[in-house]
């Protein structure tokens, strides 16, 4: 028996992996990081390799882990989990320094730091396990409760992008308790925007009555920005 969802009862802290090259900065939001070894200090994480920062990490081997506290709202956590950094500067107006050997050190919503320099990157399938050394590391607001997974899941509503290490997929729900088969709804895992194919996309040019299916593929949140990829079936 496989029931993935028993993999929820794992610890995680939800952190924000940066990374910079070529003068340019970049983040996204992981779930999966560890310390290895108290001495010397040795951190790993867990980055997609379809991620902009995976790049620059596997580039300049250099990383920082923000490490996120509970108030982070989730418009915040949003732009550095649900869109790209191709395409959008996820810092700006966000409050950040430079670290020692280049990466950005997020400040806002942040309970502390660790930067690290890669020593070996393990290939694992979908993802890269980046192993650092720890070079700096300093608790910014000691006040604050780190955030962990669960507590972003269970008590924030958040949810888990496509490209996360803890990613499951969830099967629509498609019949009525009647057994007549209903259009589904689907939300942004972003902004909580709904897609009602009843409703349609009319700014968008969709037409009511299309299915989240047939949208075309360059189709965006209304609301966000994202693409199709971020959306979930709605279970009523």
């Not at 670290?99 to 660790?114: Q, R, S, Y």
Request: aromatic share 10%; net charge negative.
């Amino acid at each position: 028996m496989l029931d993935l969802e028993s993999l929820f009862n794992l610890s995680y802290g939800m952190c924000i992996v940066s990374s910079k090259r070529n003068g340019k900065i970049n983040g996204c939001i992981v779930n999966t990081v560890f310390q290895l070894t108290p001495e010397p200090p040795v951190i790993a994480i867990s980055v997609n390799k379809e991620n902009l920062t995976h790049e620059y990490i596997a580039k300049s081997t250099v990383f920082v882990v923000s490490i996120l506290a509970e108030k982070t709202p989730l418009e915040f956590m949003g732009r550095f989990g649900y869109r790209s950094g191709r395409d959008f500067d996820k810092f700006q107006k966000v409050n950040y320094k430079i670290g020692i050997t280049g990466p950005p050190i997020v400040l806002d919503n942040t309970v502390g730091f660790i930067e690290a320099e890669v020593t070996e990157a393990i290939d694992v399938e979908t993802h890269t396990l980046f192993i650092g050394r720890v070079i700096a590391c300093q608790t910014i607001d000691a006040g604050e409760t780190p955030m962990t997974y669960n507590y972003y899941r269970d008590v924030k509503g958040g949810r888990t992008p496509r490209t996360a290490a803890t990613y499951i997929a969830k099967k629509p729900e498609t019949e009525s308790k009647q057994g007549v088969k209903e259009m589904q709804k689907y939300r942004c895992l972003m902004c909580g925007y709904i897609y009602d194919p009843q409703a349609g996309d009319p700014a968008g040019g969709v037409e009511p009555g299309t299915a989240f299916e047939d949208l075309p593929d360059d189709w965006i949140c209304p609301d966000c920005g994202v693409g199709k990829d971020e959306f979930e079936p709605v279970n009523d």
